[in-house]
Nanobody
């Protein structure tokens, strides 16, 4: 059974940083693409970043240059470093199996950017 658990969210001021983590189990993580998606209040799911199994990341234009996706195959984990956060980044962040974010997702972690 695929199991994804996100952590690391919280309340941060504009311009601040957070590091989200996602622990994966139940599938061949080392050969799987992974992604991060988010859902802001009252809005649909938005793809944030994706990483193919070769480890190369891609980003949505809205976060490029501010967010960094990485992974640790030995720990079956992916990470999302969020820097220079803005109020518009407030959302529940989910990691997902697959590059597009349409696969299995975890329960999410809340990120709130507010002064």
């Amino acid at each position: 059974e695929v199991h994804l658990v996100e952590s690391g969210g919280g309340l941060v001021q504009p311009g601040g940083s957070l590091r989200l983590s996602c622990s994966a189990s139940g599938f061949a993580f080392s050969t799987s693409a992974m992604s991060w998606v988010r859902q802001a209040p009252g809005k649909g799911l938005e793809w944030v970043s994706g990483m193919n199994r070769d480890g190369s990341p891609s980003y949505a234009a809205s976060v490029r240059g501010r967010f960094t996706m990485s992974r640790d195959v030995a720990k079956n984990s992916v990470y999302l470093q969020l820097d220079n956060l803005k109020a518009d980044d407030t959302a529940i962040y989910y990691c997902a199996r697959g590059f597009t974010g349409s696969g299995n997702r975890g329960q999410g972690t809340q990120v709130t950017v507010s002064s």
